[in-house]
């Protein structure tokens, strides 16, 4: 296995973002990357989008059926052929330096399980200078109260995690899910507090609905995590908390 990262990115209807998503990983300082673009049958032009680029390090890969962005994500990894994973999504934006500086944290801590501050952007892809800022350390009871890892600033090591944890499960917050197993089998979660990716918001989606959230972060605590209700409920009030708090914060 070789020190390449593997970028996976699951693509649905995504026209409108898509280049700018992989013009931000072609922009990369870190060079040794392969680009696996995992089509969930769109019906735009995103697929014709990605064709258009030529760089072999660039690949698109086609799903045979509509099965959602865990059974896409599991599709790139079950085809990465790089040690490092890392998660993007189809409307997210890189920072040029966004790979080189997180590889360099991970190597310097020895770090199997990483990720970074992160800043929301409108639809245009520009950040409004709410930044979610990180902990150097986020343990695993932590975590269930703190639901801080944004997919697309995490970074693994294979030789460290293995793809059985990586594995992303069929059920909402399945990002979420796959964090808290990896750190329940006893990896720690390693915080670059630099902002390094831009996470474009869309009002109406799915992460902008407060009541989904809710529903799906007790829904994690009950049956990822395994707690009972008392467990469940504490875990669940200092989530609400946070979850306000780590929005506050302004500038890079």
């Avoid at 300082?29 to 392969?34: G, I, Q, R």
């Avoid at 995490?154 to 808290?180: C, F, G, Q």
Wanted: charged share 25%; hydrophobic share 40%.
């Amino acid at each position: 296995m070789t020190d390449t990262v593997s970028i996976i990115v699951p693509v649905y209807n995504a026209e409108n973002f898509i280049k700018e998503t992989i013009d931000s990983v072609l922009k990369q300082t870190y060079t040794d990357w392969e680009l696996l673009l995992v089509d969930d049958c769109s019906k735009d032009a995103s697929c014709d989008i990605i064709k258009s680029y030529d760089d072999e390090r660039i690949k698109l890969f086609k799903q045979p059926e509509n099965l959602g962005a865990y059974a896409a994500r599991n599709c790139g990894l079950s085809l990465a052929l790089g040690r490092y994973i890392a998660f993007l999504d189809a409307d997210d934006i890189w920072e040029p330096k966004k790979l080189e500086h997180q590889m360099k944290f991970l190597k310097e801590n020895n770090a199997g399980f990483t990720f970074t501050s992160y800043e929301f952007a409108d639809e245009n892809g520009i950040g409004n200078g709410s930044v979610v800022r990180v902990p150097k350390i986020l343990p695993y009871k932590k975590a269930l109260h703190n639901t801080i890892i944004f997919t697309s600033t995490v970074l693994i090591d294979r030789n460290i995690v293995s793809d059985d944890l990586i594995k992303m499960p069929h059920m909402a917050s399945e990002d979420t899910a796959t964090w808290w197993t990896i750190m329940k089998a006893g990896h720690t979660a390693w915080g670059l507090n630099e902002n390094l990716v831009r996470y474009r918001r869309f009002s109406g989606t799915l992460s902008a609905n407060k009541a989904v959230a809710l529903k799906r972060i007790w829904n994690l605590l009950r049956k990822v995590a395994g707690l009972n209700i008392f467990a469940a409920s504490f875990h669940f009030c200092l989530w609400a908390v946070l979850a306000v708090q780590r929005r506050v914060h302004k500038g890079r």
